[in-house]
């Protein structure tokens, strides 16, 4: 057989292979690979979540694994008292690791030195900086706003105020000035971090304009405002007003400080988290110092199986809650050194990240499909060119990822030699909940895998019951974890209404009548494998981000000229969802291009870019229902240039021919 024949032999099983198992050089060396671990769970629940708790130095041991006496306001390890900044930073120094690295930062200029913060090094600037967040008046329980892109300050920020017990809420560096005032706002928030600028293919971006475009729109007073120089000589020469300080002036003032971790009640706050949901206001998820800490590094351990002396690398933004978990507290917690890169895959090269791989000696990746499906699209010529043997484990999140781009994956990433974990999980739930555990289970492409020990994932119908293997169903959860959010800032009715309705007895004080909805919906085969197959409510996944159509509806009604909007995901190859906006004038004549850019400026401004709409379908009229309900449904198969079935419920049947003729003009 030649070579190429062998080659084309491989492709061919590789395609049609459904079934993977972990390879044994993997298992032997697992964190976790005794299959038992399913039954140990099942048998001593919720006991055996101690195992979580136990990778963690509590400064006093908790009371109670679980206290569910108040369904759903669940409380994890209570009693228990502890620091997130001393679990993830001084407690390796203290164990004599403080010259060994905890984060490699990679900034976007390849010209520009990268940067490693040992330990001791990383414990030293989060005291200084904690130290000066003191100064300015920051007291425990302050919600301080991080507004930070992917530069080392951002981790050191978010552990300084754990050190002092001021939850952070950080908001994704790309969203708009309106989304930043939006969540200080709701979150009463009075400080803010944020920084000059940063790099992106190439250029030098203003994000200090951006933040202070947000202040403005801020309704208390903001007592300080910390700005990190990033760029340098780079940067664009703003003046800084009476209550901003700099970042380096703040540190070099506070040199040498030494400030005590506070004791933190398992339950209190570590951080808040907005996120989209169904409505236009984004949702403040909530989560605690110990169940959170311990789920982050337990899934760290079991699943991504990081050892303290790995390089790991999750290339998400910490702006998201993958970051949150999988860049700073699981990594860090477990004492390992973890990469974090200021750019985009594709700069100055489509080999970025491989070169990063190459020069790290990365041993897991962490990324998502959207960024696989663009690997795929540039070709394997790119990993190629780089010697990729030290990775050791493969994952991905955030959204679906289909057998093609996951075997592609697999094959020129982990040269068929490292395990994938497709992992499902939300920023509510914490951390990872479906996946398979690589030391443990077998592989199927397409199929998340059965839930983490401990965790009751379920497939059900409108009613609740389990359905049949391979029909489709909505996912629940049926109990409580410890990295699940504790509620909604400053709404408790909310948090009900929104995850715990549905299924539940509401009634009922018993936990056992509680479930979880994460509005998502699944299958599940024989196995237990679960298929996540998308939201079932009004969020959109673009690239892995989630969207609330309502919220980018809201930005479009918001321009002058436009009388109702409607926005649906579309399918799209390489993002997973594109926005589609199907919009109605108020004279009813279709919109010029001045308009249509309008809109996209209008959502970019109110979310950011990462909403920008692909497709701006003026229409006459929108399909409605009788009782007056927008068919989405129907606009989602019109995006897709699908058939639409039944339309006859419509209120206006006909609108739906001009709307197509529309989409197809585009
Ligand atoms: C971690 C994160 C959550 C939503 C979730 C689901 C989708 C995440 C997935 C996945 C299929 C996976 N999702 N992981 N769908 N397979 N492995 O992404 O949190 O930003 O809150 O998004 O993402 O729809 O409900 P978040």
Known sequence: MTEQDAAGELEARLTEQDSFEPPESFVEQANVSDPGIYEEFEENWPGAWERAADLLDWESGYDEVLDDSNPPFYEWFTGGELNASYNCVDRHVAEGRGDEAAIEWVGEPTEEDDRTYTYAELQTEVEEFAAALRELGVEEDDVVTLYMPMIPELPVAMLACARIGAPHSVVFAGFSADALATRMNAADSEHLVTCDGYYRRGDPLDHFEKASEGLAGVEHDVSDVVVVDRLGDDGFGHDLADNHHDYDDLVADHEGASVEPVTRDAEDMLFLMYTSGTTGEPKGVKHTTGGYLSYAAWTSH?????????????????????????????????????????????????????????????????????????????????????????????????????????????????????????????????????????????????????????????????????????????????????????????????????????????????????????????????????????????????????????????????????????????????????????????????????????????????????????????????????????????????????????????????????????????
Request: aromatic share 10%.
């Open 302 to 666: 079991a699943v991504l199986d990081i050892k303290p002396e790995d390089t790991y690398w999750c290339s998400a933004d910490i702006g998201w809650i993958t970051g949150h978990s999988y860049i700073v507290y699981g990594p860090l917690a477990l004492g390992t050194t973890t990469v974090m890169y200021e750019g985009t895959p594709d700069y100055p090269n489509e080999d970025r990240l491989w070169e990063i791989v190459e020069e790290y000696e990365t041993t897991q990746l962490y990324t998502a499909p959207t960024a696989i499906r663009a690997f795929m699209k540039w070709g394997a010529e790119y990993p190629e060119q780089h010697d990729l043997s030290s990775l050791r484990l493969l994952g991905t999140v955030g959204e679906p990822i289909n057998p093609r781009a996951w075997k592609w994956y697999y094959k020129h990433i982990g040269g068929e030699d490292c395990p994938i974990v497709d992992t499902w999980w939300q920023t509510e739930t914490g951390g990872m909940m479906v996946t398979t555990l690589p030391g443990v289970g077998d592989m199927k492409p397409g199929s998340a895998g059965p839930a983490l020990p401990g965790v009751d994932a379920r497939v059900v119908d409108t009613k609740g019951d389990e359905v049949e293997p391979g029909r489709a169903g909505y996912l629940t959860v049926d109990k409580p974890w410890p990295g699940m959010l504790r509620t909604l800032y400053n709404n408790d009715e909310r948090f009900v209404s929104e995850y715990w309705t549905e299924y539940s007895d509401t009634e009922s004080s018993d936990a056992e009548d509680w479930v979880y909805f994460p509005e998502d919906g699944a299958k599940i085969d024989d196995d237990g494998y679960i298929t996540v197959l998308g939201r079932v409510d009004d969020v959109i996944n673009v690239s892995g981000h989630r969207l609330g159509t309502m919220e980018i509806e809201s930005a479009i009604v918001g321009v002058e000229g436009v009388a109702e909007a409607a926005v649906v995901g579309g399918d799209h190859d390489l993002k997973g969802e594109a926005v589609y906006a199907y919009v109605l004038t108020e004279d009813g004549h279709d919109g010029d291009e001045d308009l249509r850019e309008e809109i996209i400026e209008g959502v970019e401004d109110a979310i950011g870019p990462i909403a920008r709409p692909e497709a701006v379908v003026f229409t006459p009229e929108l399909p409605k229902t009788r009782s007056g309900k927008i068919m989405r449904r129907l606009l989602e198969d019109i995006a897709n240039g699908e058939d639409l079935g039944d339309t006859s419920t419509l209120r206006n049947p006909s609108v739906v021919d001009d709307i197509q003729a529309k989409v197809s003009e585009d």
